[in-house]
């Protein structure tokens, strides 16, 4: 069931940022010669999202405040949101110190690129455990920010475009163009399971192995396949740079992990079901050559 995008303050916010980011990108193609104005059309929409989400929720502007602070700590009587926070923000501190090591090493490699998924995929694992309801929120948030920082980049809007420059293009992936998409599809991939089926409330969910398609196609299957495959794969296949060593990592990997995930959860998926999911989403890895952060959870997800 998909979560209930209506008459609830999560629902009412994701609504608010998607508009508003939209606005954003929009505005902001139009004045892209003129990028210091841009910083005001943040300004401008960002404060009409706010009055906006006051008048959804029926609240004063300062009791909204309160209200997604609230929304951020959690329950009063809870520590999971506290102590869950917490290791998200060590997770996004690590990879920030990660990017500016890397920048300061002049080159990224593939195993570089990899460390993101790590720390993307123990950030979902966490949050569909302790506070599912609260990470579907965060990842459409997630999303909406990482669009922003992009478009901050591309049209190297002062002061941030040259930061964001400076610590990013050095990740370029082959498969990127003059848009850095690929951390969007990565996040899009990981969370793409939650983001899709909702959660339909804390109390009634409960994760099935399908909500892990993300980690294990992703975070793991496609980053094993591309470090084993950068540093022994010799035998490669027609018509594609990838490796059959890769791919017998990726199947490999994606096995164990969702076995052994699977032995954890209340409905367990078939044995089938994994098998197939496995092998197909390791087949594809070996001749997509873009979007296969986003296509590979997607077909992991509706298999299993």
């Given amino acids: 069931m998909?979560?209930?995008?209506?008459?609830?303050?999560?629902?009412?916010?994701?609504?608010?940022?998607?508009?508003?980011?939209a606005a954003i990108v929009a505005f902001s193609s139009i004045l892209r010669k003129r990028p210091v104005i841009i910083n005001a059309?943040?300004?401008?929409?960002?404060?009409?999202?706010?009055?906006?989400f006051s008048s959804f929720v029926k609240r004063s502007i300062l009791e909204t405040i309160e209200l997604l602070y609230r929304m951020v700590i959690g329950p009063h009587d809870s520590w999971n949101?506290?102590?869950?926070?917490?290791?998200?923000?060590?997770?996004?501190?690590?990879?920030?110190?990660?990017?500016?090591?890397?920048?300061?090493?002049?080159?990224?490699?593939t195993?570089?690129?990899k460390f993101f998924h790590l720390t993307v995929s123990l950030i979902y694992i966490s949050g569909i455990l302790l506070d599912p309801l609260f990470s579907w929120?965060?990842?459409w948030l997630w999303l909406c920010i990482f669009v922003l920082l992009e478009l901050l980049r591309y049209l190297n809007v002062p002061p941030w475009g040259t930061v964001l420059n400076e610590h990013l293009l050095i990740f370029k992936d082959a498969q990127d163009s003059e848009l850095l998409l690929t951390p969007?599809?990565?996040?899009?991939?990981?969370?793409?399971?939650?983001?899709?089926?909702?959660?339909?409330?804390?109390?009634?969910f409960e994760p099935k192995l399908a909500h892990f398609a993300g980690v294990a196609a992703v975070g793991i299957g496609d980053s094993m396949a591309a470090i084993v495959g950068s540093k022994w794969g010799n035998t490669k296949?027609?018509?594609?740079?990838?490796s059959l060593e890769g791919t017998l990592a990726m199947l490999f990997s994606m096995l164990t992990f969702l076995f052994v995930t699977n032995f954890f959860i209340q409905?367990?998926?078939s044995t089938i079901s994994i098998i197939v999911a496995s092998l197909v989403a390791s087949v594809l890895e070996a001749f997509l050559n873009s979007m296969d952060n986003f296509v590979l959870p997607a077909v992991t997800y509706f298999i299993l």
């Fill in 2 to 21: 998909f979560f209930r995008m209506f008459g609830d303050e999560y629902g009412s916010l994701v609504i608010v940022a998607i508009v508003s980011t």
């Fill in 237 to 242: 296949w027609t018509g594609s740079r990838k």
């Fill in 81 to 109: 949101r506290v102590y869950m926070v917490a290791f998200w923000l060590a997770n996004v501190a690590i990879s920030i110190i990660f990017c500016v090591y890397v920048t300061s090493t002049g080159r990224s490699s």
């Fill in 267 to 269: 409905e367990a998926s």
């Fill in 184 to 204: 969007i599809y990565l996040l899009v991939g990981i969370f793409l399971p939650l983001m899709w089926s909702g959660t339909g409330g804390e109390s009634s």
């Fill in 41 to 52: 059309v943040f300004a401008v929409v960002i404060s009409l999202a706010i009055l906006t």
């Fill in 137 to 139: 929120l965060c990842a």
């Fill in 111 to 113: 195993v570089h690129r």
